[in-house]
C-alpha cells in the first residue's frame, strides 16, 4: 500500500487547509485511516482517525470542533479539513492506513504510512 498526502503549505493564523491522502497499491476490502502529526522537536502525536464506512471518527482533544476527517472510498482517498488553525498545528501531518474496519489512536495500530506534508501556521 502507497499512501501519497497533500496539502500542506502555510497560512495565516485562522486560516483553513485541506489535506488528502490517497491510498494505492494492494487493494483491501476495509481499512480506516488515521491522520497523526509531529511538531519540531517533539513526538508525533494522533491527529484524527475515520473507520471504514466514515465512522467511528476519533479526534484528539486539541483539535475537536477545528478539524474534520472524512474519506471517500471511490477515490481511496481520506481528507482532514482544519479550520481555525493556530500557530500550535504547526507541524508535519501524516497519514496511516489501518488494517479492519475500525480506527485506531496509536502508532503501533497502523500498517502503512504515507510522507508527510508540512503544514505552518504562522501568527
Known amino acids: 500500500v502507497q499512501l501519497q498526502a497533500s496539502g500542506g503549505g502555510l497560512v495565516q493564523a485562522g486560516g483553513s487547509l485541506r489535506l488528502s491522502c490517497t491510498a494505492s497499491g494492494r487493494p483491501f476490502s476495509d481499512y480506516a485511516m488515521g491522520w497523526f502529526r509531529q511538531a519540531l522537536g517533539k513526538e508525533r502525536e494522533f491527529v484524527a482517525s475515520?473507520?471504514?464506512?466514515?465512522?467511528?471518527?476519533y479526534y484528539t482533544d486539541s483539535v475537536k470542533g477545528r478539524f474534520t476527517i472524512s474519506r471517500d472510498n471511490a477515490k481511496n482517498t481520506v481528507y482532514l479539513q482544519m479550520n481555525s488553525l493556530k500557530p500550535e498545528d504547526t507541524a508535519v501531518y501524516s497519514c496511516?492506513?489501518?488494517?479492519?474496519?475500525?480506527?485506531?489512536?496509536?502508532?503501533?495500530?497502523?500498517?502503512?504510512w504515507g510522507q508527510g506534508t508540512l503544514v505552518t501556521v504562522s501568527s
Open positions: 475515520i473507520g471504514w464506512t466514515g465512522g467511528p471518527i
Open positions: 496511516a492506513f489501518r488494517k479492519g474496519k475500525l480506527p485506531g489512536t496509536w502508532e503501533w495500530e497502523h500498517d502503512y
